[in-house]
């Protein structure tokens, strides 16, 4: 069985700034001296036992895009977060999504029309007792992904059936009760894999209100072809512990590398790009 990706390109390690990962979702902040709007969907404020006041927070407010798509921002006055699927916001779906520099742009251009100033790379500063350290913007969590066809709906069923038996290092595939997605390491604080069908996703959003607005052609786009997507989430400790927690860090080719050096699809002699 071979795994053709959609834009039909062979794959050749010399041009992988070229190869097709996008990012599906982001949660990103930054502090700010000034001060700023105040927006959020409300304050968490715990009480302890003896009555006071221990901590408030602010809750994230969802801001409300075309197609009942939703991200959520807050800002306290001076710290501006961000965090959802910047592809799907304002767009029908988001089967083709955007690099990581085109999605920081379009999040940034979305808090400019809340008056909100921009998320920036900041500088790399050198502390005594630290060592080097960005300032800017800080990132928590990247998810990255790719689509790949299979050729039919039924050779995508039974290609995740056989990735179910793969290894992620120590973390054994899980395949789900529908048969229609494969994860590893789940519950990870680390990183978390995953590959599913994009038809059966679509389908079961098209039952929700948050789905409804998919095209029938592109639902049958991927049934027709078997498209399915692997996914990574990259999360806090992650980007920590690889210098990637900070914007200024963070290039697209350097998370095309994390992503080669994960796919279970580079395992397989047969893939085709």
């Known amino acids: 069985m071979n795994c053709i990706n959609l834009d039909g390109s062979d794959y050749l390690p010399s041009i992988m700034n070229v190869y097709p990962v996008f990012v599906d979702y982001l949660t990103i902040r930054q502090v700010h001296i000034e001060e700023l709007p105040i927006i959020n969907g409300g304050q968490v404020i715990r009480i302890d036992q003896d009555g006071e006041v221990d901590y408030v927070v602010d809750a994230r407010v969802g801001l409300e895009g075309s197609f009942d798509s939703r991200v959520e921002i807050r800002c306290d006055g001076h710290q501006v977060e961000f965090s959802g699927n910047i592809a799907r916001y304002g767009r029908s779906d988001n089967l083709f999504g955007f690099s990581f520099a085109e999605s920081i742009r379009r999040i940034n251009e979305l808090l400019v029309s809340l ?20 300032s800017g913007a800080r990132v928590s969590r990247i998810d990255i992904t790719c689509n790949y ?8 069923e039974a290609f995740l059936r056989m990735m179910a038996g793969q290894h992620v290092g120590r973390q054994k595939g899980s395949l789900s009760v529908n048969g229609a997605t494969v994860e590893y390491g789940r519950g990870s604080k680390y990183v978390y894999g995953k590959l599913y069908c994009k038809t059966t996703e679509f389908k079961k959003h098209k039952s ?14 991927c049934e027709s072809l078997g498209v399915i997507r692997e996914e990574f989430t990259l999360k806090s400790r ?26 279970q699809l580079q395992r397989i002699d047969t893939v085709k790009y």
């Open 149 to 156: 066809v299979t050729g039919s709906m039924n050779d995508s």
């Open 238 to 263: 992650f980007l920590l512990q690889n210098g990637l927690a900070y914007l200024g860090a963070i290039k697209d080719s350097i998370l095309i590398d994390i992503y080669f050096n994960r796919s």
């Open 115 to 134: 008056d909100l100033p921009p998320f920036t790379i900041g500088k790399l500063h050198r502390y005594a007792d630290t060592g080097w350290t960005w």
């Open 208 to 221: 929700k209100k948050s789905g409804q607005h998919v095209a029938d052609e592109v639902i049958q786009f």
